[in-house]
């Protein structure tokens, strides 16, 4: 064996032996699982207590208070969800894959861990909407319409059509509903406009009470890592996407009985599923550049072991082994950003429900594969709000695909979704003259 095939496997062997040392800290998927098995059987208290007793690092600080919210909110303790909540909104910052550069994106979508996670318009959009129910539900008035006016900010100044895409409504409909009990009332009538209607806005007649009754059905779409294949520069290279990937468990149907009638209020929706894969469809041009961008450093330092090992001996073969294998391990060392907020619904579905004063059963029935029946007792008061939350995922078992890790997701619905926009983006061409 020639010397500069000697140097050459001491070279690839200290690649293998970083992306070995580099491999050992577990991913936020792999540290958030023991909270999420918890949180599916049931035991909301017992998550709870899995992420408040994690030792975070202070790049994740804001989305475990995210997941940390979830579960106190499911295990009723509204008024500590709220306070994890307005921790998180006060120190995350907004990512914008519209106006973020390329390379900035980039940054952020593949240093996993290394970055401070960066949240969405959207997803600070769901964290005013949980929290209004959160302070509803603890009678704190006041905060829930100060999160209802910052929820209708984003959305006016995201300019944001309210029934562009389905599953606003809910968002304009919980504001008006929540200025209505502030008295506020412009601002309410303004809401329930954009709201379109449904029977959020329905006041309660003289005598009567109101039960807000809320669903959080299903489990919302997360993020996980697909290894695609792209032709560049005459060599397939290996390019790392994030791909949002839906998980099971949303019910068909969403029905309402109230003392053994049914209820046959216009409920008004946020169907989180449907608009994050929207989102992530019209973002996906940006995400596959700013992926695109991590392959040239890549390919600069496998094509250069490619010069400078072939020299004809007899050892080319073994160089292009070497040079790909590389690649390969360089590509491990770097990640797509999969973290995401993961305990959150794939919809939320709400009703309004005046009654008269008193003690009332109200049967909620989540119909379709996988139906389940929750019955709630509710002491109704003249002229307050009582909430009725129910998530449907808690109780339903942990599922057998709430990640796919550790394996290529190509060939799957998400990442064909993503080979199609592939071919559309032009910056590739651009970037590597293919």
Not at 215 to 228: H, I, K, N, T
Not at 280 to 307: F, N
Not at 397 to 423: H, M, N
Request: proline fraction near 4%.
């Amino acid at each position: 064996m020639s010397p500069r095939i000697a140097t050459m496997i001491r070279t690839t062997a200290l690649a293998i032996l970083v992306v070995v040392l580099g491999g050992c800290a577990a991913t936020y998927a792999e540290q958030i699982e023991t909270a999420q098995r918890a949180y599916y059987r049931g035991a909301t208290e017992q998550a709870a207590g899995v992420i408040d007793a994690t030792d975070i690092d202070s790049e994740d600080a804001a989305l475990w208070r995210l997941e940390l919210a979830s579960a106190l909110q499911a295990s009723g303790d509204y008024q500590a969800a709220a306070r994890e909540l307005v921790l998180a909104d006060q120190s995350l910052e907004i990512l914008d894959y519209v106006e973020e550069p390329v390379a900035e994106l980039g940054e952020a979508l593949f240093s996993a861990g290394a970055t401070s996670y960066r949240a969405s318009t959207f997803e600070k959009l769901l964290i005013n909407t949980q929290n209004m129910l959160n302070f509803l539900a603890a009678n704190d008035i006041e905060s829930a319409a100060v999160e209802a006016r910052r929820a209708r900010m984003l959305l006016l100044d995201a300019e944001v059509p309210p029934r562009t895409f389905v599953g606003y409504e809910l968002v304009w409909a919980l504001a008006g509903f929540t200025f209505e009990q502030r008295q506020a009332y412009t601002d309410a009538e303004d809401s329930f406009r954009e709201a379109g209607e449904t029977s959020l806005s329905w006041p309660a007649e003289h005598g009567q009470g109101t039960v807000l009754v809320v669903v959080q059905d299903g489990r919302a779409p997360v993020l996980d890592q697909a290894v695609f294949r792209l032709l560049i520069g005459g060599r397939l290279r290996r390019l790392n996407l994030p791909v949002l990937v839906r998980r099971p468990g949303r019910h068909s149907m969403i029905t309402v009985d109230v003392d053994g009638a049914p209820h046959y209020g216009v409920p008004a929706e946020l169907d989180i599923e449907t608009l994050a894969m929207a989102r992530y469809r019209a973002d996906m041009p940006k995400i596959i550049a700013a992926a695109a961008l991590q392959v040239v450093p890549r390919a600069v330092l496998s094509d250069g072991l490619r010069h400078a090992y072939q020299d004809g001996d007899g050892g080319d073969a073994f160089v292009e082994v070497a040079a790909v294998l590389m690649e390969e391990l360089l590509g491990e060392i770097f990640p797509a950003d999969t973290r995401s907020w993961t305990l959150l619904p794939s919809r939320i579905h709400a009703q309004r429900v005046n009654l008269a004063p008193g003690r009332h059963v109200v049967r909620i029935e989540a119909g379709g594969p996988g139906a389940r029946v929750f019955e709630r007792s509710v002491d109704v008061q003249l002229g307050q709000v009582s909430v009725i939350n129910v998530i449907t995922s808690v109780g339903a078992g942990y599922g057998d695909r709430p990640f796919a890790r550790g394996r290529d997701l190509t060939g799957s619905p998400e990442a064909v979704q993503a080979l199609a926009l592939i071919e559309d983006v032009l910056v590739l061409s651009h970037l590597f003259g293919g």
